[in-house]
């Protein structure tokens, strides 16, 4: 990895510090109450977000990274944005199935996508339109610009696996909730084949924004706690098949290329 992926790491970790420094000089309460609310979820979001693109700046600037260069390739017809959309949207009963065992298996009362919940929860209807675009649209490009963009870029001549499954791994690192993060992890090893198989981020782009604008509108309808049951079985093995329709769709749209 050159200096200018170290530079996107650290402008994540400040992303994360401060998202734990938001909640210093308050009691549990006060500060669940914080993050929770509509003002305390996009301050939290639009510091991450700012850091993010801070980090990406610099490293464009200072050390060339060729991140754009990936917004400029790639297939952008529809059957490899429907693939990957449907790869990627696949996986999210899986995901939250994940999440949920693991909150349960360490104890926690509350996690961060409770907190969100609650957030989205008590919108007004204008709050929650910004809600969707802060939580889908600017999430989208920014985070998979660093993760699927500039950090996997920095794996390009490495084994196949780490392309995918290591910047899969900070991305759920990224998002310090244990639960959380295992779930986005597995989101992310489905960001990262979406990314490959469509040879640019647009493809994981449109999923990632996708994935995020259901789950806004999921928690507006449905508040079950992440400690709550996950998905059955049949809802996972039917997003299972999901995910394997949009393989096919990303493989068979890469191999008319090929061909082409």
């Known amino acids: 990895m050159g200096l200018w ?3 996107l790491l650290a402008s994540l970790l400040a992303a994360d510090v401060l998202h734990v420094l938001y909640g210093w000089g308050r009691d549990e309460a006060s500060a669940r109450a914080a993050a929770s609310s509509v003002g305390g979820l996009l301050l939290g979001l639009g510091l991450s977000q700012l850091f993010i693109a801070l980090g990406l700046a610099l490293a464009w600037g200072w050390y060339g990274a060729p991140g754009i260069a990936v917004f400029n390739g790639g297939r952008r017809d529809p059957r490899t944005l429907l693939g990957g959309t ?22 926690q009362q509350v996690t961060t996508s409770d907190l969100v919940v609650g957030a989205i929860g008590q919108a007004t209807v204008s709050q929650l339109l910004l809600l969707t675009l802060a939580l889908s649209v600017l999430p989208a490009f920014i985070e998979e610009t660093l993760f699927r963009g500039a950090i996997q870029l920095g794996f390009e001549r490495s084994p196949l696996w780490h392309k995918v499954v290591i ?3 900070l991305f759920g690192v990224f998002h310090l909730d244990p639960s959380q993060g295992a779930g986005t992890a597995l989101l992310g090893l489905g960001f990262g084949a979406t990314r490959l198989l469509a040879g ?12 995020n604008a259901l789950m806004v509108v999921g928690a507006r309808f449905d ?5 709550a049951q996950g998905p059955g079985p049949w809802v996972i093995l039917g997003g299972l098949l999901l995910c394997g329709l949009g393989f096919a769709l990303l493989r068979a749209s890469q191999r008319a290329e090929e061909r082409g």
Do not use: E, F
């Open 86 to 107: 449907l790869l990627c949207l696949g996986l999210g009963p899986a995901a939250r199935a994940l999440a949920d065992a693991i909150a349960r298996a360490l104890h």
């Open 200 to 211: 640019g981020l647009w493809a994981p782009i449109l999923a990632h924004a996708a994935n």
């Open 167 to 169: 910047p899969a791994v």
């Open 223 to 227: 508040s079950t706690p992440a400690t």
């Open 5 to 7: 992926v170290i530079v």
